[in-house]
């Protein structure tokens, strides 16, 4: 138990490289990483589980992935290698087959995992990758014989095709079975898989599947059970462990892709072989396809290109900072696990199924708060995309198919709809341009509205639904997915809302004028102050903020109630929207430190709730601890962060940053507790009222991953893009003393020097830009050259 427990058998991290290594296969998860070119996509574990899969998983994916049932993280893209005289045969990622390499390692890195293995004085470099250029995951074997006697091993690679559509295999899989076909392109030495089913909702748009080597073949399979065998798995495959591939084609069945290759190595050689698993629309475009990526180099270049293009968009951002795990997820995981969650949503990860998120509206609203430093275009896409899930009256869809042609979950939120304002405000600033606001962006309903409109007209539709206070109506739920039974009735309101309004709508003042839209500005303050008194005289207990008001007018998250007294978003927004007074705002945060907080995170509530407000009739089902109901909800920890820093609290704010950061969560843990990835966010970790405090749960898709790189780099390390140029000001722990920071910011480079004394936390004293002192902390563009040195004395 001690070992399972310990973080350093399972993995180190390789910075020079941004890899983390991975030492045992067994992780207490699946550890995984993701490829992507934008269109084709595949996630893959430590053990070479995967799925991949092309623009949508929901009906475009290529094989067979079981979320839940064991063994775990199965199937996968595996390679068997068999010696051809003893007949012994190992895989190269370690999983599928029992008789495990003698020496193994895994690493994931930035687009690419790697499998170093040795069995047998065989060794095996093997790297999986999704290039820029085509289509396709490339699997790139290297074998190399340390024995001094000639070697002749048989290769194989095989992954299990499925129903592009995990939702219809499960429930019509008998009959669709018929419409799977996987047949052999002599000429172009690749076996096809055709998904025929013409119930599929975009069959004409859906690819062909290849599974092609540069490598001669001996043989291949395209039956599963002609390759696996019956009463057997991907551990031991009849075909594998008996004789050679059967050459069979499938019209009708369980399709698989198997290729068998045979490989002779001199003592001392080396032979490369390359398998690619990818997609074209018909046969003419896999054949130019496959023309390309078996010319010489090919393999290597594309490897190339994701390096250069990784190393270029880690280079937007990068600091030094005196705390190396914290240092790490700034410049390397935090931002990469951010893309990832941009261009994903919640969709598919070893928690989510991919079957039916979508693009959650809320959930990319946020992400695009990650992605604008890094890249505006696909940031404007993204927010093009979310505002035309936009009605005309304000509301939006809560989850939309841009892919499957499928209706959206249309449900109303009181939130979903005003957090383009952060989004939009974002992308003005960083660019420095306000043409984005007039862009003109049709409603989902009827008619279109300039991009500007679009915002104001989610405002009014806050406004138009309001309760019998005057707070906007909770609807089917704010932020908070569990709200769901507030406001049943169609009463219950939210104080988070109103205070969602309050960090929101100054940045829809700063555009209006911007924008010359001066007769919206007194609407936006009027509102603005009217929520602000009503957040502190009906929302404040006497000690702390509340969360809600119930259909029954009954208070939720308030001293009297026995249950979900106190909630952390009404504390922490109170401080983000400007609402709290400064010493309202810390002695709501100190409640937060002193009945929230634990070693681990920081509880979403507490008490957790099992009986409350009816015994009958509770809000949350959620087992306490789990959930929304008191976990450490590692995504609304970044808004304590960012309220700390607010409030210049700098020890406070790195103290809840660090303590959540993936790794030290499982040093303190342990590996076993808390199982999931240590170089990726989680969305929650079981609370201390649950017997599995500090599990981590739902990792890598969450907003976490945005608001901790947004507070990390925007409110600790302080450099933020404003309107009149970037601000430095940072809220950094008392005993830290020198900081660098190099950030791209409207093309220029900027190589900031931050240096204080100890015991400081904030505040600028001088700025000095190229040699000159500025008047304040903000550096306008005027002054500003390609590259820029600045100076900070705090
Ligand atoms: C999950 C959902 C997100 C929601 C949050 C809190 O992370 O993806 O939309 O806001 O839970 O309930």
């Known amino acids: 138990m001690q070992e399972r427990n310990d973080p350093k058998a399972y993995y180190s991290f390789d910075d020079e490289n941004n ?5 045992r296969y067994d992780t207490p998860t699946p550890w995984m990483n993701y490829f992507s070119n934008g269109t084709f996509h595949t996630m893959m574990s430590q053990a070479g589980g995967a799925v991949a899969f092309y623009k949508s998983p929901q009906i475009w994916r290529l094989n067979r992935y079981r979320f839940y049932h064991l063994p775990t993280d199965r199937s996968g893209m595996y390679f068997y290698i068999r010696d051809k005289q003893t007949k012994d045969y190992w895989s190269p990622t370690a999983e599928p087959v029992l008789n495990k390499p003698e020496k193994w390692q895994a690493a994931h890195g930035m687009g690419y995992s790697r499998f170093e293995a040795e069995k047998q004085g065989i060794t095996s470099n093997l790297r999986y990758f999704v290039g820029p250029h085509e ?12 024995t001094d006697k000639p070697k002749t091993l048989d290769l194989f690679a095989y992954v299990e095709f499925g129903m592009m559509e995990f939702m219809r295999e499960v429930s019509w899989v008998c009959y669709m079975k018929h419409q799977m076909s996987v047949y052999y392109l002599k000429d172009e030495k690749a076996l096809i898989f055709k998904y025929g089913v013409e119930t599929q909702p ?25 390759f696996i065998g019956t009463y057997r798995s991907e551990s031991n495959p009849y075909v594998v462990e008996n004789e050679d591939c059967t050459n069979s084609s499938l019209f009708g069945g369980d399709p698989c892709g198997a290729l068998q290759m045979e490989v002779t190595l001199q003592p001392g050689e080396s032979k490369t072989i390359n398998v690619f698993l990818g997609t074209g629309q018909h046969e003419k475009e896999i054949q130019a396809s496959l023309q390309n990526i078996r010319k010489p180099g090919f393999v290597s270049q594309s490897f190339g290109a994701l390096k250069v293009h990784w190393h270029h968009y880690l280079n937007k951002f990068r600091c030094e900072i005196p705390d190396q795990a914290a240092q790490r997820m700034i410049n390397t995981w935090n931002p990469y696990q951010a ?19 979508g693009v959650g509206f809320r959930d990319t609203a946020q992400d695009i708060l990650s992605q604008t430093p890094f890249d505006i275009d696909s940031s404007k896409d993204k927010m093009r995309m979310l505002l035309q899930q936009q009605y005309a009256d304000g509301h939006t869809n809560h989850y939309f198919f841009p892919y499957e042609g499928w209706e959206p979950v249309h449900r109303k939120h009181s939130d979903n709809h005003l957090w383009p304002i952060l989004g939009v405000w974002n992308i003005i600033v960083e660019e420095n341009s306000i043409s984005f606001l007039d862009e003109e962006i049709a409603y989902y309903d009827e008619g279109s509205a300039t ?22 109506l909770m609807l089917h739920s704010d932020w908070n997915d569990q709200m769901f039974k507030v406001c049943r009735e169609g009463k219950g309101e939210s104080f988070w809302t109103a205070m969602l309004l309050g960090l929101t709508l100054p940045k829809l003042i700063e555009l209006a004028t911007l924008h010359n839209k001066k007769e919206d500005i007194a609407w936006y303050e009027n509102i603005y102050n009217t929520q602000k008194k009503l957040v502190n005289t009906i929302g404040w207990d006497g000690e702390w903020y509340r969360r809600a008001i119930m259909d029954n007018g009954l208070y939720l998250g308030t001293k009297d109630n026995p249950e979900a007294k106190i909630w952390l ?13 400064r010493e309202r705002g810390m002695q709501a945060m100190d409640i937060v430190k002193e009945k929230l907080d634990s070693k681990l995170g920081i509880k979403l509530i507490d008490p ?41 609290r700098g020890d406070q704010a790195w103290k809840y940053y660090q303590q959540i950061i993936p790794a030290n969560a499982m040093n303190s843990a342990g590996a076993w507790r808390y199982k999931a990835e240590p170089y990726v966010y989680a969305s929650n970790l079981f609370g201390p009222e649950s017997d599995k405090f500090g599990l981590a749960y739902v990792s890598w898709l969450t907003g976490t991953a945005a608001w901790m790189y947004h507070v990390a780099t925007q409110y600790i390390l302080g450099v933020r893009p404003t309107w009149e140029g970037l601000l430095i000001d940072p809220c950094l722990p008392s005993e830290w003393e020198n900081v660098t920071v190099q950030r791209i910011f409207r093309k220029k480079l900027f190589n900031i020097s931050i240096n204080k004394k100890q015991g400081v936390c904030k505040g600028v004293n001088q700025l000095i830009l190229n040699g000159k002192t500025l008047e304040n902390n903000i550096i306008p563009d005027h002054l500003t050259e390609d590259e820029n040195s600045v100076l900070v004395y705090m």
């Open 608 to 648: 957790s709730i099992t009986t409350f407000p009816d015994p009958k009739d509770p809000l949350t089902n959620y087992n306490k601890g789990t959930g929304e109901n008191a976990s450490v909800f590692c995504h609304a920890n970044t808004w304590a962060i960012m309220a700390e820093c607010m409030l210049g």
């Open 451 to 472: 991009v500007y409109d679009h915002l104001k007209q989610a405002v009014k539709f806050a406004m138009d639904n309001r309760g019998a206070n005057g707070l906007p």
């Open 339 to 357: 893309q990832r969650n941009f261009l994903f949503s919640r969709n598919i990860s070893y928690y989510a199924t991919g079957t039916f998120r």
């Open 569 to 581: 978003n009404a504390q922490s927004w109170a401080v983000l929207s400007g609402f709290a007074s």
């Open 202 to 226: 975009k069959p004409d748009e859906t690819p062909l599947v290849y599974l092609a080597s540069d490598h001669p073949l001996k043989g291949f399979d395209g039956d599963r059970d002609e």
């Open 19 to 23: 890899e983390v290594k991975i030492h």
């Open 135 to 146: 289509n396709n995951l490339i699997w790139n074997l290297e074998l190399k014989n340390n």
